[in-house]
């Protein structure tokens, strides 16, 4: 199994960045999938996660509105967009995926419950 994150770069405050997480080596229709990332000196924080099917997505409350994911299972992609940046968005971007069972639910915002992660992708916002 293998993700990778890719699409992260410099970026002025109130730009946009378009994250994408590629997978390969399951069966990505049966995985949820969850972004996190993780600033320099700080731990990682849960950003955003989503369902096999695309209906059921979720935020960090902060990031609501600004942030947005989304997933092609033909293509076995998830996205973030980004919009809004600030300086504070600056982190390594990781994606990491998990079977799309029932407790994901509850479980979705712990780094802990993914099995597979990406390498992350660095964004860096300058004011």
């Known amino acids: 199994v293998q993700l990778q994150a890719f699409g992260g770069g410099l970026v002025q405050t109130e730009g946009s960045l378009r994250l994408s997480c590629a997978a390969s080596?399951?069966?990505?229709?049966?995985?949820?999938v969850g972004w996190f990332r993780q600033a320099p000196g700080k731990q990682r924080e849960f950003v955003a996660a989503i369902r096999r099917s695309s209906s059921w997505t979720r935020y960090a409350d902060s990031l609501k509105g600004r942030f947005t994911i989304s997933r092609d299972n033909a293509k076995n992609t998830v996205d973030l967009q980004m919009s809004s940046l600030n300086p504070e968005d600056t982190a390594v971007y990781s994606c990491?995926?998990?079977?799309?069972?029932?407790?994901?639910?509850?479980?979705?915002?712990?780094?802990?419950?993914?099995?597979?992660w990406g390498q992350g992708t660095e964004v860096t916002v300058s004011s």
């Open positions: 990491a995926a998990r079977l799309n069972t029932i407790d994901f639910g509850t479980d979705f915002r712990n780094s802990r419950n993914y099995d597979y």
């Open positions: 080596g399951l069966t990505f229709d049966r995985y949820a």
